[in-house]
T-cell receptor
Framework: GDSVTQMEGPVTLSEEAFLTINCTYT??????LFWYVQYPGEGLQLLLK?????DKGSNKGFEATYRKETTSFHLEKGSVQVSDSAVYFC???????????FGKGTKLSVKP | NAGVTQTPKFQVLKTGQSMTLQCAQD?????MSWYRQDPGMGLRLIHY???????DQGEVPNGYNVSRSTTEDFPLRLLSAAPSQTSVYFC????????????FGSGTRLTVV
């Protein structure tokens, strides 16, 4: 069945460092892909999305490009801030009903 | 807008007890879902609804019931709580499904002892 694999965390970076969180997927067809973010004590928020191959989603300085050749959707940010500390979830629209299928999440901690 | 409101925020149950987790949204969203979040497991879909009167099972539905009598409300019922149901539960809603993005509530942390 459809699935999402994310890099294991936690990830600890210094402020202004470059961030990459790897995400690969297994799915039939070409599903829409998403990154959600969960700040401490809160629910998930949609960070960005891409609906077809080669699309680039972007928001708040984060970017991810839908790569069908490598079935990947890696999240990147050029310069992280302490306020980016959160858990990041990669997800796809999949399954028999087109619901969200999540990866296990990657916890990011940014130190000043 | 309040968005998606979940109550209670925290709950402790004894094994065998039943309870209802409440979820309400004020955005007139048709799609609503319940997820559970467990350490190292990500979020898993329990039940979902595509409109009032319509519900369906997700990945992990056993031990849970739902109903959708109105567009606004989507309660989750635990029939006979078990320690394996200790988790954080999130309700989410969407205007038209996955592609529009889901709005999540802030969660209910449930402990079954």
């Amino acid at each position: 069945g459809d699935s999402v694999t994310q890099m294991e965390g936690p990830v600890t970076l210094s402020e202004e460092a470059f961030l990459t969180i790897n995400c690969t997927y297994t799915a039939t067809g070409y599903p829409s892909l998403f990154w959600y973010v969960q700040y401490p004590g809160e629910g998930l928020q949609l960070l960005l999305k891409a609906t077809k191959a080669d699309d680039k989603g972007s928001n708040k300085g984060f970017e991810a490009t839908y790569r069908k050749e490598t079935t990947s959707f890696h999240l990147e940010k050029g310069s992280v801030q302490v306020s980016d500390s959160a858990v990041y979830f990669c997800a796809l629209e999949g399954g028999s009903q087109g619901n969200l299928i999540f990866g296990k999440g990657t916890k990011l901690s940014v130190k000043p | 807008n309040a968005g998606v409101t979940q109550t209670p925020k925290f709950q402790v149950l004894k094994t065998g007890q039943s309870m209802t987790l409440q979820c309400a949204q004020d955005m007139n969203h048709e799609y609503m879902s319940w997820y559970r979040q467990d350490p190292g497991m990500g979020l898993r879909l329990i039940h979902y609804s595509v409109g009032a009167g319509i519900t369906d099972q997700g990945e992990v539905p056993n031990g849970y019931n739902v109903s959708r009598s109105t567009t606004e409300d989507f309660p989750l019922r635990l029939l006979s709580a078990a320690p394996s149901q200790t988790s954080v539960y999130f309700c989410a809603s969407s205007y038209g499904g996955t592609i529009y993005g889901y709005t999540f509530g802030s969660g209910t942390r449930l402990t079954v002892v």
